[in-house]
């Protein structure tokens, strides 16, 4: 069976609010095996906005349905727990992977966060390279290993 992702672009959404980490992203995503289409929102409420077609984000050409979120915990107006849980609970959005990507390292947030349905919990490494390195890692599991739903734009 061939991976859908070797005949296009994967699409991932990022859910950050920090420019300077969204700019670390794309340098990341940029230089991966994968090529990746990385679309960038700045918090839960626009998140959300971009992944039910509405708002901004009423054109589905300008939302297309991502392969993968990479979602902050902490963010403005909508945390990132807020949002999970509204896509784990919408039939639409559901089998969209979730990794969260965040500067915690409580164990409550770990335990909540995999409770309400995420896929993968990563703390952001502190160190630009190692974040980096993380983020290519990252995107060659997620779209050269994993077999992943069909997207539906």
């Keep these: 069976m061939t991976n859908a992702i070797e005949k296009r672009n994967a ?33 839960g409420e626009e998140a959300l906005q971009y992944l039910l077609h509405e708002g901004d984000y009423a054109e589905v050409d300008t939302s297309r349905r991502p392969d993968l979120v990479l979602l902050d915990l902490n963010l403005p107006k909508m945390d990132g727990r807020q949002v999970l849980e509204r896509m784990r609970n919408h039939p639409e959005l559901r089998r969209i992977p979730v990794v969260a990507l965040t500067t915690s390292k409580q164990e409550e947030d770990i335990v909540r966060t995999y409770d309400l349905g995420v896929n993968s919990y990563i703390t952001k490494p502190v160190d630009m390279g190692q974040f980096v390195d993380t983020l290519r890692s990252l995107g060659d599991y997620w779209f050269q290993v994993v077999v992943l739903p069909p997207r539906e734009d």
Excluded at 19 to 41: E, F, S, W, Y
């Design 11 to 43: 699409l991932v959404l990022l859910v950050e609010d920090d420019p300077g980490d969204q700019a670390l992203t794309r340098r990341a995503l940029d230089h991966g095996k994968i090529k990746i289409d990385l679309r960038i929102v700045n918090d």
